[in-house]
């Protein structure tokens, strides 16, 4: 096996608790694209947000952002966007007021809310996008389709909603778990895993051929996907367990270790 693409997920994967990337993997990105290997970041981040992380790494190829609902260049060239059907969209506005939530919308690369609050401004901190409180949800819907819709709660909300989200809406929707506090709807099939798919169609390389990397319930698909699967030690013992490997921990470089064992040597 010879790797020739390699997906990184961001947050808890390549960013460390400073949400920097260490010297470590810059120079492991750096050697692998040198040796002409892809590298993608793959992320559930906005691509406003993702974009100046792969400028930094040098990287001018796509980027899987959204959980894989939109790829672009860093260019912002688009290849690829499947946005949540507006009539689902709206459904889950009303399952976010009954459930005692709110929801934020991603429409055309905008941080979109129906009001500044606690919850808000703890994503706004991470992700580095401000938010745009637009107050009615449902007007907002009627300028397009959202490409990907978000809560954030507390850990124990979260799992309460992606549970109920799945009962309710099925093969309607696609839920998963990103962060401890985020749970995020996207359009059926949607994964990092099916633009990864997509990404390594086009570029033309084969599936055994691609590593990627990751730590969360989001990554599952795209690990599975990949010739080689790897999560970091600081993932889920569900993830780690999924994995066809697990390296060290996002604050002990383990985007550089599996990048150095399984691309470098």
Known sequence: ??????????????????LA??????????????????????TGRMFPSARPYALSLGLTGPLIT???????????????????PRDVALEVLDWAQSAGGAVQCYLDDRLCVPRITEEVRYYTEIAGIPAQAVGDMRRLLSEGEPTKM???????????????????????????????????????????????????????????????????????????????????????PEVQAAADHVVRSNVEEGVAEAIERFVLN
């Open 150 to 236: 978000l809560s954030v709660g507390s850990p124990e909300a979260v799992r309460a909603w992606e549970a109920d989200l799945k009962a309710r809406f099925g093969p309607r929707l696609a839920v998963t778990i990103s962060k401890p506090r985020f749970v995020e709807m996207l359009r059926p099939g949607v994964s990092k895993a099916s633009a990864l798919a997509e990404v390594a169609r086009r570029l033309g390389v084969d599936r055994g051929d691609v590593l990627a990397i990751g730590d969360s319930f989001n990554d599952l698909e795209m690990l599975d996907w990949a010739g080689v699967g790897v999560a970091m030690g600081n993932a889920p």
């Open 66 to 84: 959204y959980n894989g609902a939109m790829i672009k260049t860093a260019a912002g060239n688009l290849w690829w966007h499947r946005p949540v």
């Open 21 to 42: 990337i260490s010297p470590r993997s810059r120079r492991a990105i750096a050697r692998a694209q040198k040796a002409g290997i892809a590298v993608v970041l793959a």
């Open 1 to 18: 096996m010879a790797i020739r693409l390699v997906a990184v997920d961001l947050d808890d994967t390549l960013l460390n608790e400073d």
